[in-house]
């Protein structure tokens, strides 16, 4: 009779372990990368009909790079606060200004927010933010998964980190003075869902009955909200 044999549990984890950390040290085992658009319909073309499609923007000739591909001065200018029901302006640096950036991991973001204005709760399925308050006042905040919600005022000098893909806001608390906030964000591409237009403003819209299922309200309130979001 063959006799087999058997690895004592104890040293069997430690040779799983083991090898799970040489693959992963040595990269032998990688996650996939963080997709940098919403999302990526497969092409089912043969092969050969197929163009190239890269996750990010393709390179330039390395010997073709200069200094000024890495600086901007898109930040500097405030964005104008008025052209929109919510009162506030983000100003990005991001590859179509600031080309080296690109497959960095980073967008940088000026938000201007005007007197009583609000960046209306929304999230970044590809980033965490962190933020720091400039200029005047700012209640800052984000909703976990289990609802909770982590709010916190900021004065000029605080900072506040948003957690990547969780609802968050900030409101201007001054009514009579803008606020200015910067804000590095961990993706080139972090995307921003805006909870109240996605819901009531998609195109095309969202069913009646699932709003008004959803926010316990009437076809008419459904309309009313519509019509003040501008949808
Ligand atoms: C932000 O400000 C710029 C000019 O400063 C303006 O062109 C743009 O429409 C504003 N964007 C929004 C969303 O209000």
Redesign the pocket.
Known sequence: MRKTKSLHPSTLVIKTSLSLFFALFLGLARPDPDPLQDYCVADQKPPQAQSVFINGAACINPKLVVPSHFATSALGKP??TR??AFRF?VTLASIANLPGLNTMGLTMARVDIGPNGLVPPHAHPRASEVTICLKGSLLVGFVDTTNKLFTQQLRAGDSFVFPKGLIHFLYNLDSGSEALAISGLSSQNPGAQIASLATFTSKPLLPDVVLEKAFQITGQDVMRIRKNLGG
């Open positions: 964005g104008n052209a929109n302006n």
